[in-house]
């Protein structure tokens, strides 16, 4: 594990650099990620360069041995840019053009915007790609971030309307794959096709999915133009860009492609704050951990997408150290908090941290967010932290092998399932964040990958909501059961088609031979409705309710549960079908925690995986023939693990031989 710090020089008098550097070494910093905000200070006017402040920026920091990350700055197009194009300001789903003054004020379609990234990226390029300090560049900044990835101005229409016809070769191909027959949306030319927004009530379901998917391209675009610049210059050396986390409006699969190296920016005590609404649907019960630790399990289902995307180690590329200045309230934290977000990410799988940000900045938007560095330059919390953790580096956890159990995340069933949700709380993050927690529960590793991943090797593969599943999709699973997986499939799967149209086939579509069961009925249930289920997997008591489906065994699969009253009952709730050395398994409603960590535990047990008991807000997980484990909770917690009774401290880390 390495640890760094994101520095800007360009915010501090030059005489304090070299002390900064002398710092950042003897805290046992060893990366520094510099220049993604600045664009104006590189070309303080069009094409006139001033490299003099970052070369000796640069000298500065490698003169203490410290490497280097550069960001290409088109996060923050300057004022002069944007006074002589005004066309490269995005244009807001309301259709108002959005202003300088802060960041991500571009679009990424626009053709000028496009040619001035890529000079600006060029003459970077160029000037430091080979330099011997320059390990890693990131490319722009969390792109997306502020309600970014979707832009509705002219250039995105026309790009769209390209991307569109690259996708459909003709009109009747489109206006058949949208179903434009209904409300006489036929197109009869491609001109006619606009972003979809401002309709008066909602716009086409197939429409707004290839929206964001073009959206997406857009910007996995964008960075290819940066990447394609760069590459030649500077060989050798790591590209990559840094994600948020569990951000659901880019496709980061797609994003990660073509990049060296996946990085995302972990905020957890902020993330708490403002992702729980998605991930604690209204009828469980919220947690709650040490009150300046975040929320685990939300921290590590981020962790858990960003390693997804290339299963392989990553980088936390901004590490919250303090408090931060975006939330709700935003709480100061303890050293030991920011000493747990460390080992969870290396527990994750990252290589390297980078704390956000080296000192806390005097003025402009972030001047409430903490650094390493106080105001005033005394050393902040963080700073003692960091001093702490360069003694126990050598203990971190090591690299993370594949995991044996994979749960598969798509992009376009969480965009399918956001525009046509059928009932209130239905969310596709919260669905997966909530096999995600319970396996994390239940001390099993899961790799959280695309459908198109290599599922060999896995023993489990969990597909929780599979909404819009392709033949080739559902061959690959197929393929994958025969060798021996245990295959669970969760409600509503294979009910669409790529172009989030409804199957003619009977359900669940694609999938349905492999479920070895149909889909007979399906019912939302509102708060309040539920319906008993019968069978011996689960103990009697146990209900269904928010979603319920009507399985119908085909001969052979077995009715694990059943509905026992209600609109549904005698019909099969979960099935069971033996299929080459493996099995599928469909669960007919959707689950309650307590329910999905129960038939977590025995779909695992079953194939020998052992699951743990753990404490709510503790972490397990096996290294080097070592328990790791994380207490996030204030208070001290009991565990069983090996047949021992381990007393965990709170806000601590334990490491405890394995018996095995
Ligand atoms: C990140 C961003 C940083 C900084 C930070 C503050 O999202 O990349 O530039 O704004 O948040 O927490
Ligand atoms: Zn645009």
Excluded at 335 to 343: D, N, Q, S
Aim: glycine fraction near 8%.
């Amino acid at each position: 594990m390495q640890l760094g710090v994101c520095y800007y020089p360009e915010h501090w008098p030059e005489e304090r650099w070299a002390q900064d550097a002398r710092l950042m070494r003897q805290a046992g910093l060893t990366i520094v990620r510099i220049a993604e905000f600045a664009w104006a200070k590189m070309e303080p006017q069009p094409g006139v360069y001033d490299w003099g402040w970052l070369d000796r920026a640069i000298e500065t920091l490698a003169a203490e041995g410290l490497k280097v990350v550069l960001g290409t700055p088109t996060a923050t197009p300057p004022a002069w840019l944007v006074r002589a194009h005004p066309d490269v300001l995005p244009v807001d789903a309301q259709g108002r053009r959005r202003a300088f003054g802060s960041r991500r004020h571009y679009c990424s379609n626009a053709p000028i915007y496009r040619t001035l990234s890529e000079q600006i990226v060029r003459a970077m390029g160029q000037r430091y790609g080979q330099h011997p300090a320059v390990i890693a560049w990131q490319i722009d900044n969390e792109f997306g971030c502020h309600d970014t990835a979707r832009c509705y101005c002219d250039h995105c229409a026309a790009a769209f309307r390209r991307w569109l016809q690259a996708r459909y070769g003709t009109l009747a191909a489109l206006n058949e794959a949208w179903g434009t027959v209904f409300w006489s949306q036929a197109y009869g030319d491609w001109e006619e096709i606009d972003p979809p927004h401002l309709t008066v009530t909602e716009a086409n379901p197939s429409h707004v999915l290839d929206y964001e998917r073009f959206s997406s391209d857009s910007v996995v675009a964008f960075q290819q133009l940066q990447l394609d610049v760069l590459r030649p210059l500077t060989p050798g050396r790591r590209l990559t860009t840094n994600f948020m986390g569990d951000f659901p409006d880019l496709n980061y699969h797609d994003l990660a492609r073509s990049l060296d190296l996946a990085t995302w920016d972990s905020y957890p005590t902020g993330f708490a704050e403002m992702n729980s609404a998605y991930a604690y649907p209204e009828w469980e019960q919220r947690p709650t951990y040490a009150y300046d630790v975040g929320d685990p399990y939300i921290t590590g289902f981020c962790h858990a997408i960003t390693h997804g995307t290339k299963r392989a180690p990553f980088w936390v590329m901004e590490q919250q150290c303090g408090h931060v200045n975006w939330a709700t309230y935003n709480p100061g934290v303890r050293p030991a908090a920011v000493r747990l977000w460390t080992w969870h990410a290396a527990l994750a799988g990252a290589e390297a941290v980078v704390y956000f940000r080296w000192r806390a900045c005097r003025f402009a938007q972030e001047q409430h967010h903490s650094g390493l560095l106080n105001h005033d330059a005394s050393p902040a919390i963080g700073l003692q932290a960091v001093h702490a953790l360069r003694e126990e580096l050598p203990h971190l956890p090591a690299e993370r092998k594949q995991a044996k159990i994979a749960l598969l995340y798509s992009y376009e069933d969480l965009w399918a399932f956001q525009l046509q949700p059928h009932r209130k709380g239905f969310d596709y993050r919260r669905l997966c964040f909530a096999w995600w927690r319970a396996l994390q529960r239940l001390g099993l590793e899961a790799d959280l990958i695309p459908y198109d991943a290599d599922l060999t090797g896995y023993e489990m593969i969990l597909a929780p909501g599979a909404f819009l599943v392709s033949q080739q999709q559902a061959q690959a699973l197929e393929q994958a059961v025969r060798a021996g997986a245990t295959l669970v499939l969760g409600v509503r799967s294979g009910v669409k088609s790529s172009s989030n149209v409804v199957t003619d086939e009977p359900l669940p579509g694609v999938l349905r031979s492999l479920a070895g069961a149909t889909v007979t009925a399906w019912h939302s249930l509102p708060p309040g409705v539920s319906m008993a289920l019968s069978g011996t997997c689960l103990p009697e008591g146990n209900e269904a309710a928010v979603w319920a489906e009507a399985l119908r065994p085909e001969p052979g699969t077995l009715a694990l549960l059943r509905y026992r009253d209600g609109a549904l009952a005698g019909a099969a709730a979960l099935t069971e079908h033996a299929l080459g050395a493996g099995r599928v398994l469909y669960l007919g409603w959707y689950p309650q925690f307590a329910q999905l960590e129960a038939l977590l535990r025995q779909w695992a047990n079953a194939l020998g995986l052992m699951a743990l008991d753990l404490p709510d807000g503790v972490l397990a997980a096996q290294r080097d023939g070592e328990w790791v484990v994380l207490n996030f909770n204030e208070t001290a917690r009991t565990l069983v693990l090996d047949g021992r009774t381990v007393e965990l401290p709170g806000c601590e880390i334990t490491k405890l031989g394995t018996r095995s």
